[in-house]
């Protein structure tokens, strides 16, 4: 069994417009923008990452906007919810403050004892707000969403599956351990992780499979702490059957990929070197910052890319 992987490190969807998706996190959810930098594979779209005021892996949502990119179908093999854990007692605070944003569909609940309240993003995106102890997280306070009611950071996710169990079995396998069931779904847990540490399998049987777009999740990271904790990780997939990329240098973190049985992409990211390598923790997310492949192509990159709000 697995046992470095600490959690969730970050989650990466699409959108169809980059100030729109800017606006969204940076002033509706309250986070902080850690960095810009481009799609390594496509440089004239973005890669936007928000997240606490350092980009703490844990905490990291990040986008790929792609210009006027029609929009995902929500089913199964899919990420369905992305959750971001917020201070007990602060749900009131976020349906008044999400309404007078637009977000006006919203539904509350409580699920394994936490109350939940989930609404839809920009381009449909599935997200939860979840009351949930600060477990020794500061939520981002560069903003006007007070401290009392500001994102940790990820509480987890919510996987849409038409079964489970072969993904359940790979969590298990991962270092996460089954903690509840409810109805149709089914909570993990991963111990000593980073406070980002559900996954909650939704079995919707018959549903058709998802088709990704704007407002889907294009892959979701899981958290290691180092280079040579991620080769043991790597190994260890190989050894059961999984066919996974070799390490890929992506200037904040290294990252591997690979194709789990429900469909969903799962990538394994270090917690090295992060996202103040290159910038000072006071002007993070600010500048344009671009791989040193990319670097002979700024002029022509940034005449490209919109403007954004800061
Ligand atoms: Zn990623």
Redesign the pocket.
């Known amino acids: 069994m697995i046992t470095d992987i600490k959690g969730l490190?970050?989650?990466?969807s699409m959108a169809a417009d980059a100030n729109e998706n800017n606006t969204f996190f940076t002033d509706t959810l309250g986070l902080r923008r850690v960095k810009k930098t481009v799609n390594f594979d496509a440089p004239d779209v973005y890669h936007l990452y928000y997240g606490d005021e350092t980009g703490t892996p844990g905490s990291v949502m990040?986008y790929f906007p792609f210009p006027g990119m029609r929009r995902g179908h929500r089913g199964a093999g899919e990420v369905g919810v992305t959750e971001f854990a917020v201070p007990k007692g602060s749900l009131g605070y976020w349906q008044t403050r999400l309404v007078d944003k637009g977000m006006i569909r919203q539904s509350e609940d409580v699920a394994f004892g936490e109350k939940r309240l989930s609404f839809d993003g920009p381009d449909g995106d599935g997200f939860a707000v979840v009351e949930t102890e600060d477990r020794g997280r500061t939520p981002w306070t560069g903003v006007d969403v007070p401290e009392t009611a500001g994102v940790f950071g990820f509480n987890g996710a919510r996987f849409r599956l038409k079964d489970a169990s072969a993904t359940g079995e790979l969590l298990e396998y991962m270092g996460y351990q089954k903690a509840d069931t409810q109805g149709n779904l089914t909570r993990y847990i991963i111990e000593g992780g980073n406070a980002a540490d559900t996954i909650d399998l939704e079995e919707i049987g018959d549903a058709p499979m998802a088709g990704q777009g704007a407002g889907s999740v294009?892959?979701?990271?899981f958290a290691v702490d180092d280079r040579a904790a991620q080769l043991r990780v790597r190994q260890a997939l190989m050894d059961t059957g999984y066919q996974v990329t070799p390490v890929i240098d992506?200037n904040y973190?290294w990252?591997i990929?690979f194709r789990t049985p429900g469909g969903v992409l799962f990538?394994v990211?270090t917690n090295e070197p992060g996202f103040d390598h290159d910038e000072d923790t006071a002007h993070l997310g600010e500048a344009l910052k671009l791989p040193e492949q990319y670097e002979a192509q700024r002029a022509e990159i940034e005449r490209v890319l919109p403007d954004l709000a800061a």
């Open positions: 490190h970050h989650v990466t990040t294009h892959h979701i990271a992506r973190f990252a990929y990538e990211a």
